[in-house]
């Protein structure tokens, strides 16, 4: 992990790609890895439109743009994962789906390769145990926007070596970002924190008590966040939302975490957030 040439990112979208984007502005080359070449080529896509925005707010020089839209690989073929020093799984918060992906990552990575997962809730111990490798195993949780986000949050599961978390620590701040470190819980620390907020500020609009404009006004101008609750609900997706608190209120065992009706609601009518132009609020 001191030398990490070739980072693996499984999963174009959202996350994945901000990810890959924030690998590569950093020098290091990335394999990105999705089921369809739709799905590749848009993850690409969105790269290279955040690329550009940065080039021209002057963050970034075209020199650089280019280059690190270079070292982005874009791939349906797992087996482009087999040269590369860390991996990191970044699919759909699914638990069935992430294991299927991590026993397939397994078997083609080497002994020494850390595999991570950019799970927002999924227990990191039983996602390990999924692996010949729970030792090198790791939570390596982003934020979205990944390129503008600062914090990593590192989690390690039960088995995790300290080796492994060290390494972990060191890839965090060689990409800018700033980590730490929590043990195995659902939500770690800051969806702990997070989520039962924004559905308790669901609840709030469920029950009638003001608008979804007057919520996060409220949020914004009282507590000082930068954006309210729902519209930050509207960025990460409401079935992300829902799946993070059906895992709370599961594995917990506490009827504080259940999902609040509307938030299944519309989930159930697909008005997902920004990602599907309606949530809270109406996108173009």
């Not at 991590?102 to 999924?130: C, F, H, M, Y």
């Not at 990944?146 to 599961?157: A, D, F, Q, W």
């Not at 492994?164 to 969806?191: E, H, R, Y």
């Not at 039962?196 to 009282?222: C, R, V, Y």
């Amino acid at each position: 992990m001191s030398t990490l040439k070739k980072i693996g990112v499984i999963g174009a979208g959202t996350m994945g790609n901000g990810i890959a984007q924030a690998c590569a502005v950093s020098g290091l080359d990335v394999v990105m890895v999705d089921v369809a070449d739709t799905a590749v080529a848009k993850g690409i896509a969105t790269v290279a439109g955040s690329l550009e925005r940065l080039h021209k707010k002057e963050k970034i020089t075209a020199a650089d743009k280019d280059a690190a839209l270079k070292r982005i690989e874009g791939t349906t073929r797992y087996d482009a994962l087999g040269g590369c020093d860390l991996i990191i799984e970044a699919a759909t918060e699914n638990e069935e789906l992430k294991v299927k992906i991590l026993k397939q990552v397994d078997a083609l990575a080497g002994p020494d390769v850390v595999i991570a997962t950019n799970t927002s809730s999924i227990s990191i111990t039983r996602l390990a145990a999924s692996t010949s490798r729970p030792g090198k195993f790791i939570g390596m949780h982003f934020f979205n926007p990944v390129p503008m986000m600062s914090l990593v949050e590192l989690i390690r599961g039960h088995l995790t070596e300290d080796a492994t978390v060290d390494a972990a620590v060191a890839f965090a701040k060689s990409l800018g970002k700033t980590p730490i470190v929590v043990k195995n819980s659902p939500g770690f620390v800051v969806n702990r924190i997070l989520c039962p907020m924004i559905n308790e500020a669901i609840l709030a609009l469920q029950e009638g008590l003001a608008s979804p404009e007057d919520i996060d006004n409220g949020m914004k101008l009282g507590c000082s966040h930068p954006i309210g609750p729902l519209a930050l609900a509207d960025m990460v997706g409401l079935d992300v939302m829902l799946a993070v608190m059906e895992v709370f209120y599961r594995d917990f065992n506490d009827p504080k975490y259940r999902p609040a009706l509307l938030l299944k609601e519309m989930v159930a009518a697909g008005h997902l957030g920004r990602k599907a132009g309606r949530g809270f609020y109406t996108y173009k």
